[in-house]
């Protein structure tokens, strides 16, 4: 980093004289100009404006970025790249093996895909996919704010040495009425905490413990996080919609996600056991609404959202046979070994397939899945 | 950060048996960027530097991303990530290869390797929660399921031991490692314990085996294979009671340490960070050491002690290895009445040191 700073030093006056200008008027999210410190890249997702949220395990905290990427395109093209994974390899100059694709996130106002790579030595990176072109995205001098995310008991401790080694490992981030959403898990508790942050960033964050009925676990069982989540309304109230390992999907009202607050969500199905949710996103066809959810080991299930609104049950029993589902019936696609998934416009999705053939494939889907 | 002069070899473009000059900038062990003299490029625009000047891998179409810079020295180029050791590179100039750059590999036996697992005991409970692995330099991340595996006495190896999380529990600089025993297996009567029961059996012998092949983050493998024998023990269904522990008082005006001993093994991360010491409202500066087993922990102060009263704080979700804390047990039965709390997150031991 000093090496940059010393770069830019050199640089003209005036320039210089432009950024401190720009730093000291923050804009309407309370960003700065200047380079955040990203150690790594677990979850992408958006806000409004091309604000992009960058879930960052490694320094427990979470960058929301000004992409400046905020032209409205109407009409998606649909994106595909054949072996992307070898294409990002090339990119960074090294071999396929020593690339992992973390996250995708579709910018829902230019519609533009981001992609986030980790390299085999820990370098994080952003690439930005249009059509078939795909560039590296520069976070040096662009205007953001950060969040930590903190932890009740390690604050109340007055006497903290140095660096904490509390690690944090962020599963999912989702963006909703004006806050940013959190799910993950430490290296210590092993806990649901879910937090709830308003945006622009402030002081104030919620940290709630969820519970679930897991009924492949026979036990009200507190302990589990969630794998991936989206936010839905079921008759004019808003919910929570998760999913964790071994594949229970988990109704939470958003009301009653508050500080400190134990919530017990309802489960609506259990989707089969030995498997764990990847992304879930809801799709449109006419007037019809979908839930799509990709799996580690099961196809990509649909859920119809009207099946979803019209139950009323909460499974409480163990589902009897081994690998069986229960509750809200849902449709395994002919679409399998989907690593990421995330919603293109209504009624379609970029979808990042490893193939039969062994390629790694960025694609478009059509709304004949849905 | 130094830079080797480094020599790469001519392709036809460039004139025969001229050293080229280009230079690679290293920082530890990383090659994070190169520079092309000016004289091998000639004269180029300063805006149109990335349209004639490329590097990419060599027998790749696609440039690599990165930053190119006209310095004293000539075109510098810092790749978005830094190049990898024992690869070739090859550099374009007007859509012409110019030269070839060869990254040197890492010595072979510039190995990283394992320091410690823990918990460090021989006997282990049969509800053990967490293991960690401390390495000695940054390794590859997401490849525990392909190094790490635990065998029963027959040398068979034990599947869906481990809890398969991605993101990896890695810290910062990605030497230490958090694996989670699956606590879907650990809790009784759960499902996954139903079916397949708990991952460790008591009385039972086991190996845990992390593998030399292992890849640290600049590609070379460990020294070495680590196998750690350990036996399982009865369950650990009890918490953590500070009023069982020994502490072992300093004498005043020394900085001699204070010593806790726990009698029993705890949690070795949760340790190094839950146990503090005050006085007078203040925290005691000092270090915390934990001992042999993590039976014990000892605190040294920086300054010597004073006569009087202190009070060591445990937070509350300081937990032996089977998870469970202070306050609740890991696996607990809800039919049974549990242990009431002050609805604090630490409870505070007084001690004195008396002259």
Redesign the interface.
Known sequence: MKKISSRLAAGAAGLLLLAATTRSVPNQYGFVTGTPVIRSINALTFGPDGVLFIGDGRSASVFAVDTKDATANEKANPVEIKNIDQKIAALLGTDVANVTIQDIAVNPVSKNVYCAVQHSDGTPVLLKIEGDKMTAVSLKEVPFSTVALTNVATEDAKDRRGESLRIASISDIGFADGKLLVSGLSNQEFGSTFRSIPFPFTNVQDQSSLEIYHAAHAKYETMAPIKTFTTTEIKGKKYLLASYTCTPLVLFPMDELKAGKHVKGRTVAEMGSGNSPIDMVMLKKGNESFLLMANTSRPVFKVKYKTLEDYQGSLTTPVAENFATAGVDFVSLPLTNVLQLDKLDDSRMVVLQRRSNGNLDLWTSSDRYL | ?YSLIFFCTCLSACRSGEETGITISWNGK?AIGITVPDRLVGEVNADSIAQLLT???AG??????GDY?QTHRGIRFE??????RG?R?TIWLRNRPLCELAIPALEADDKPRLLAIYPSPDTLPANL??VYFRFSR?M???QSARYVALLNANGDTLRDVFL??Q??????D?T?L?L?LD??RI?R????NK?LGAPLQLGDHYQLVVSANW?D???ATLASSTTKLFRVSQRDSLSPDPDRWTIHLPKPETTQPLSLAFGEPLDY??L???L?V?SDGA??PG??QIGRNELVSTFTPTARWTAGQYRL?I?N?L?DRS?N?LNRL?DRD?TKTQRPTDGK??RDVVFTIGN
């Open positions: 950060m990383r590097i990419r891998l790749q179409e696609i440039a690599m991303a810079q790749p978005l990530v830094p190049f990898t690869r590179y929660l967490k940054p590859r991340e997401s398969d999380l993101p990896e529990l890695w810290n910062a990605r230490m958090t989670w606590p879907g809790k009567d759960l499902q996954p079916r890849p983050a600049l590609g991360y949760l190094t960070e839950t503090h005050f925290a005691v270090t915390w704080r937070e979700r937990e998870g804390n890991f809800l997150s630490y």
